[in-house]
């Protein structure tokens, strides 16, 4: 099980927050946990394990994007902050088409996120 984690800089803390009520199951051998560099490092520090890619604006969407688009993940966490500007909104729609195109979950708010995480708990 191969989860992506990302997190616009408005939304981070909850990203953390989030991710520590599901310690249980994302310690679990059986997953990985990938995700754009800033939020990816904001994750390690919590104590996670988590293979970093570049930062959103440079290019980082676009890399979970492609991983994405090679059936490489499972699922996409991407907690969005609609209430700020990005300069890589057109990557921050293709990596969400993407998702659509290939029928890969994807979670863009904590609400959304813990009713998939608890799916894994019965799965
Ligand atoms: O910009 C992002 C998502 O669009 C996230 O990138 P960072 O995790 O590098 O901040």
Do not use: W
Not at 16 to 26: E, N, R, T
Not at 80 to 93: G, N
């Amino acid at each position: 099980m191969k989860i992506a984690l990302i997190a616009h800089d408005g939304k981070k803390a909850d990203m953390v927050h989030f991710l520590s009520g599901f310690k249980d199951i994302l310690h679990q051998a059986d997953v990985e946990l990938v995700a754009t560099g800033t939020t990816g490092s904001h994750i390690q520090k919590a104590g996670f394990e988590v293979q970093r890619l570049l930062s959103g604006p440079i290019g980082g969407d676009a890399q979970i994007a492609a991983m994405a688009a090679q059936k490489e993940l499972n699922m996409v966490i991407f907690f969005r902050d609609p209430l700020d500007k990005h300069p890589h909104e057109p990557d921050v729609q293709m990596l969400m088409r993407i998702c659509d195109v290939h029928n890969i979950p994807l979670a863009t708010n904590p609400a959304s996120a813990e009713l998939m995480f608890k799916a894994l708990t019965q799965a």
